[in-house]
T-cell receptor, first 121, second 110 residues
């Protein structure tokens, strides 16, 4: 079955950078678009970024564009999210999620367990 | 404030039926498929419905999704205590070129 395992979260100071990773298994990773979605404490999910199956197409939420870079390595079945200039309001659980199609436009059909990122001085 | 509007809460008694609504616009629900997710406290969301009305594998037929114009609904019948969770709608928004989630409806089974 689909397994998505996030790593790289933790406590980071404002202004610093962080790189999250997602290890995928149980499906043909290179065929599907992938997403990052975050959820701040007590809030609903917020879509962050999407990457197509071959990495050629990327979309970012407007409010974070310029501070994010999504990437993937299909040879290693992994996806990454580089976050720069972190702010206190970036504190959230960050989920790796699989799309139903290769473009990342089919909707999320599987979620990882999440990685907590706390931005605090 | 979410682009997709959901009532923040709903309360029903066991065995009853509830409808959770998600209101959007032409650029999102009106032009794209809607998914529904269930989230239990402390866990990741789980897919319930996709393509407006298709149940994900293992989801009982007590759950029914529908869409009309720029609104979508999730109906749950024969409510059970295990259905107590927060439910989110989601869809792509053509104007914003991004995925949108509703604010969520917290369902309480009294």
């Amino acid at each position: 079955q689909v397994q998505l395992v996030e790593s790289g979260g933790g406590v980071v100071q404002p202004g610093r950078s962080l790189r999250l990773s997602c290890a995928a298994s149980g499906f043909t990773f290179s065929v599907y678009g992938m997403h990052w979605v975050r959820q701040a404490p007590g809030k609903g999910p917020e879509w962050v970024a999407t990457i197509s199956s071959d990495g050629s197409s990327k979309h970012y939420v407007d409010s974070l564009e310029g501070r994010l870079t999504i990437s993937r390595d299909n040879a290693k079945d992994t996806m990454h999210l580089q976050m720069d200039s972190l702010r206190v309001e970036d504190t959230a659980v960050y989920y790796c999620a699989k799309d139903a199609n290769k473009f990342g436009m089919g909707g999320i059909d599987s979620w990882g367990q999440g990685s907590m990122v706390i931005v605090s001085s | 404030q979410s682009v997709l509007t959901q009532a923040p809460s709903a309360s029903v008694t066991p065995g009853q039926r509830v409808t959770i609504s998600c209101s959007g616009s032409d650029s999102n629900i009106g032009d794209n498929f809607v998914s529904w997710y269930q989230q239990l406290p402390g866990t990741a969301p789980k897919l319930l419905m996709y393509n407006n009305n298709q149940r994900h594998s293992g989801v009982p037929d007590r759950f029914v999704g529908s869409k009309s114009g720029s609104s979508a609904s999730l109906a749950i019948s024969g409510l059970q205590s295990e259905d107590e969770a927060t439910y989110y709608c989601a869809t792509w928004d053509d104007s914003l070129s991004g995925w949108m989630f509703g604010g969520g409806t917290k369902l309480t089974v009294l």
